[in-house]
């Protein structure tokens, strides 16, 4: 897996490094670049998207997670019934 995103670089076609690309990512709140070669792109998009595709499941299962919890304190949340009133008269004596 990988993050990023791969850019293809194309300001220098008649030079030696044409066909190269340059992987962007985001490291300790930085923004890193790393150049790629050709060779190299087919199996680093393949790792990218094995990265989004992970993110999207731990998402799905982070969101069904927060919906059963919710779920549950729905359901455990019972309506308080108010106690029984004490009379303030004089209490009935067993007959």
Do not use: F
């Not at 930085?30 to 990218?48: D, G, K, M, Y």
């Not at 299962?61 to 019934?81: C, F, I, M, P």
Request: aromatic content about 4%; overall charge positive.
């Amino acid at each position: 897996m990988e993050k990023g995103k791969l850019c293809p670089c194309s300001h220098r076609p008649s030079s030696k490094d044409a066909g190269y690309c340059r992987l962007q990512y985001r490291e300790n709140g930085r923004n890193v670049s790393r150049h790629v070669t050709a060779a190299e792109v087919p199996a680093l998009q393949e790792a990218i998207a094995g990265y989004q595709r992970a993110r999207e499941l731990t998402e799905q299962y982070l969101d069904s997670v927060v919906a059963e919890t919710r779920q549950r304190l729905a359901g455990s949340k019972k309506k308080l019934s108010t106690p029984p009133r004490l009379s303030r008269g004089k209490p009935k004596l067993p007959s």
